[in-house]
């Protein structure tokens, strides 16, 4: 199949559009990554989404809408903290989980009892989802495993010829994949942090949860309950590491580490950001925005650790920020991308 490149004028998205009705999987920007959309009540069509990425079956999707009228044929109830929270968060990177209709296919639940909503915040994403008239399942645009795509050019890196078309919106802002929030429990549990930060959440909410499986320490013992966060994910081909302690420390502690696994002939690479500009010496130094923007550091995440295998880099070492805001899901990404492999 030819993937064919789009833009967003009107003629192209009415074209996206177009493939969408008619059960084919059209890649699309949204604020967080790029998406891998199918027509949500299509299950022929859904399926085509885990056979274009190689991903597991059992690892449910999130549908997005541009209208709340749409969570009717969607959502079975919603749950007392969900207006609350759409009003304020939506459109936006809040991906929400509602009790389920009967009309919701099977493949996109992955048989739970639940759905996950969300409505994008993105031109593009917003025009298409309107023109389309369809609620649409859509899963990061990546083969299964891979680093989330934040560019046109990544969506066509792992999926060109497996899927119809991506629409080309450029860069995506957050970097990073939604919050997901399930308000089916009291008080409303993070399965997923991301965009819209627990500290956002607790000011609406007062009281939120985090699922056990997301504490620091506890990600290999404890199963999580949103299924797809037990996968390796967002990984780069090299085997990386995340280094922790003060970021003097941290600075120290990975030039050490980088001699040593140069001297042991291993083409390395250290994750750091603009700030020591000029301080390690490595094989490749890639730089992820500014520590003290932490935005600018998930926005560029991904891009960065697929540019270590454009290089390829065989080891990373990377240096670690601060669980506040957006850098809990920055540290939560980067954790898993290092299969947790810490150095303290
Ligand atoms: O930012 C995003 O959310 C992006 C863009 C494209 O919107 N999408 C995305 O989708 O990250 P995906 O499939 O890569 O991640 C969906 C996550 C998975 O961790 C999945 O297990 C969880 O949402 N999920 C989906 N439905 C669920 C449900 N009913 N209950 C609990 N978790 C659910
Ligand atoms: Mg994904």
Not at 211 to 231: F, I, Q, T, W
Not at 298 to 306: I, P, V
Request: with cysteine; hydrophobic share 40%.
């Amino acid at each position: 199949m030819d993937t064919v490149r789009l833009d967003k004028s009107e003629q192209d998205l009415e074209r996206a559009a177009e493939l969408l009705r008619s059960g084919e999987l059209v890649a699309f920007p949204t604020e967080t990554v790029y998406g891998l959309g199918a027509y949500a009540m299509d299950p022929q069509a859904v399926d085509k989404i885990f056979e274009a990425k190689g991903r597991p079956s059992d690892n449910p999707l999130i549908v997005h809408i541009a209208y709340r009228e749409q969570l009717k044929d969607l959502a079975a109830e919603i749950p007392p903290a969900g207006c609350v929270l759409m009003d304020m968060f939506w459109p936006g990177p809040l991906t929400l989980i509602f009790p389920r209709t009967e009309f919701v296919p099977d493949r996109v639940t992955a048989g739970l009892s639940t759905v996950a909503v969300r409505m994008p915040n993105h031109p593009v994403a917003l025009a298409l989802l309107e023109k389309s008239g369809l609620p649409v399942a859509a899963p990061s645009a990546n083969r299964s495993g891979r680093p989330s795509p934040t560019a046109a050019s990544h969506v066509l890196e792992d999926l060109e010829g497996r899927i119809a078309a991506v629409v080309d919106g450029g860069t995506t802002g957050v970097g990073v994949e939604s919050t997901v929030l399930d308000i089916t429990v009291h008080p409303p549990m993070i399965l997923r942090p991301g965009g819209v930060t627990k500290e956002m959440l607790e000011e609406v909410l007062g009281e939120v949860q985090l699922d056990p499986s997301l504490e620091r320490n506890h990600a290999e013992v404890r199963a999580p309950r949103s299924p797809g966060m037990k996968y390796t994910h967002y990984a780069p081909k090299a085997e990386m590491w995340i280094v922790e302690g003060s970021v003097d420390k941290q600075v120290q502690m990975i030039q050490s580490l980088v001699d040593k696994s140069r001297a042991e002939g291993i083409r390395t690479g250290v994750l750091t950001t603009t700030e020591h500009q000029g301080v390690y010496n490595s094989d490749v130094v890639l730089f992820c925005g500014e520590r003290k923007a932490l935005e600018t550091v998930s926005a560029g995440l991904y891009g960065a650790l697929r540019e270590f295998d454009q290089q390829g880099v065989e080891r990373i070492y990377s240096e670690s920020f601060p669980e506040e805001g957006i850098g809990a899901a920055i540290m939560n990404r980067l954790r898993k991308a290092a299969g947790y492999r810490v150095v303290r």
